[in-house]
């Protein structure tokens, strides 16, 4: 059941402010409930206004989730992409891009409920979106890789880092999922672990990736096979 507002958020609101509540009141409701048990009618009832001008402003119940799940991804990719901008190293990338991820899953709970809801119906527009926001993670993940690769290297690096990318956000997906399960650490840790997990075979292909990349093939014809004249 979704909570109502007090009578003060019933008073007449400018539109923007008005969206912005029942976005709130939304976004709450889909974290605490998943999407597929909470109603409009709750909604509009929660935020005060009728049940045609929420889906005037909003649609409908889809359009609603995924204008909450845009704020959530839009500050997941924020948080996380301040955390690797500063990195020198491949390495330091994944720690503290961990780190970020960690602390804002434990920061907003909520906005990890609505971007990773896991009763969200398959193949619809709801699950195209999440998936957007995942490509968009791993491309921001993968490009600061392989920033931090000689760039005589990256060519040959760039389907490792995606590979590799892509392993790890799955990684810790199922870690954020279990430590909100169980609590059984704290957030830091969790990350901690996961890089202590990754770190060193990342740091040795990192070594590998600083390597002179082979030598072009010369056009030259070899005189290896040619006789004496």
């Known amino acids: 059941m979704v909570q109502s507002t007090t009578a003060t958020t019933r008073s007449r609101l400018p539109r923007a402010e008005r969206e912005q509540q029942v976005l709130d009141i939304a976004h709450a409701a889909f974290a605490e409930h998943g999407y597929g048990a909470v109603t409009m009618d709750e909604v509009a009832a929660a935020a005060g206004v009728t049940k045609p001008l929420l889906y005037a402003y909003f649609g409908n119940k889809e359009r609603l989730y995924l204008a909450c799940m845009e704020r959530s991804g839009e500050a997941m990719l924020s948080a996380v992409g301040a955390a690797v901008a500063s990195a020198s190293s491949p ?100 990350a901690e672990l996961l890089v202590a997990t990754v770190e060193p075979g990342l740091q040795a292909r990192a070594a590998l990736s600083a390597l002179p990349g082979p030598e072009p093939a010369s056009d030259a014809p070899s005189n290896r096979h040619q006789g004496a004249p």
């Open 91 to 190: 390495a330091e990338a994944l720690r503290e891009g961990l780190k970020a991820f960690f602390a804002f899953v434990d920061g907003d709970r909520d906005a990890w409920r609505v971007l990773f809801d896991e009763t969200l119906p398959a193949g619809g527009e709801l699950t195209r979106s999440v998936s957007v926001y995942r490509d968009r993670l791993l491309a921001l993940v993968a490009q600061t890789q392989l920033a931090l690769i000689p760039e005589h290297n990256r060519e040959r690096a760039a389907t490792e880092v995606e590979a590799l990318s892509n392993a790890l956000l799955g990684a810790s997906e199922a870690l954020a999922r279990w430590w909100l399960r169980t609590g059984a650490m704290p957030p830091a840790d969790a």
